[in-house]
Structures are given as structure tokens and as C-alpha cells.
Nanobody, 128 residues
Framework: QLQLVESGGGSVQPGGSLRLSCTASGFRLVYYAVTWFRQAPGKEREGVSCISSGGESTNYVDSVKGRFTVARENDKNTVYLQMNNLKPEDTGVYYC?????????????????????WGQGTQVTVSS
């Protein structure tokens, strides 16, 4: 009913690209900041990128800057993560999470404990 669903994951060679989608149902995503998290086997979940509710500000973890782009189309209730020049260390399960907040994210994304909704995750595998 009220949920986020990720899609677009898959297997790709190093240097390849994927675009992940996070679509909300049952609520209007326009009011929510959205963060993409990922978790690799044996590692802690980390914030990758986030975008403010209106899309005016974005933030990225250093390891993906210049390669990943987060964007949103609020009329489609969807947030995207465009991933270019993928590396093996990008491998993991990618989750989107939404927080009902209208604040810039330029100074950093909200921590994982503070989200209202989480998606089920989509697997991204980068290998040669």
C-alpha cells in the first residue's frame, strides 16, 4: 500500500552503466527527501546519494562523485540514480529510503535511522 520499490539493478562489466529507479506508491514522494543506500556483503550499509524533496539540492559520497547522478521526477513519483563508469566496489544491494522533510541536503544526507519508508532493495553486481 505505502511503499517504495526499486528497480533497474543487474550485472554489468566495469565501466558500464545502470539506472536505478525508486517509485513510491500510496503517498506523494514530492514531500520526501530520498537517499540511496547500498550494502555490500560483510560491510555496513552506507549512504550513497540523496536529493531534497524538491530536487534543488543533492549530495554524494566521495567514492561516487562524478560517476553517479541522482535526480527526481515528482510528477512520476520517482527518484533515479544514474550510475556511470561502474566499478567492482560499487557491487551491493541498493536501497532507497524516503524521509518526510523539506530541507537541503547539501551538507549531508540523513542517517539511516531517520526514514519513514524503505524499499526492498535491488542487486547491483559489477564484475569482469
Amino acid at each position: 500500500q505505502l511503499q517504495l520499490v526499486e528497480s533497474g539493478g543487474g550485472s554489468v562489466q566495469p565501466g558500464g552503466s545502470l539506472r536505478l529507479s525508486c517509485t513510491a506508491s500510496g503517498f506523494r514522494l514530492v514531500y520526501y527527501a530520498v537517499t540511496w543506500f547500498r550494502q555490500a556483503p560483510g560491510k555496513e550499509r552506507e549512504g550513497v546519494s540523496c536529493i531534497s524533496s524538491g530536487g534543488e539540492s543533492t549530495n554524494y559520497v566521495d567514492s561516487v562523485k562524478g560517476r553517479f547522478t541522482v535526480a527526481r521526477e515528482n510528477d512520476k513519483n520517482t527518484v533515479y540514480l544514474q550510475m556511470n563508469n561502474l566499478k567492482p566496489e560499487d557491487t551491493g544491494v541498493y536501497y532507497c529510503a524516503a524521509k518526510d522533510i523539506d530541507r537541503p541536503v547539501s551538507r549531508g544526507c540523513w542517517p539511516s535511522s531517520e526514514y519513514d519508508y524503505w524499499g526492498q532493495g535491488t542487486q547491483v553486481t559489477v564484475s569482469s
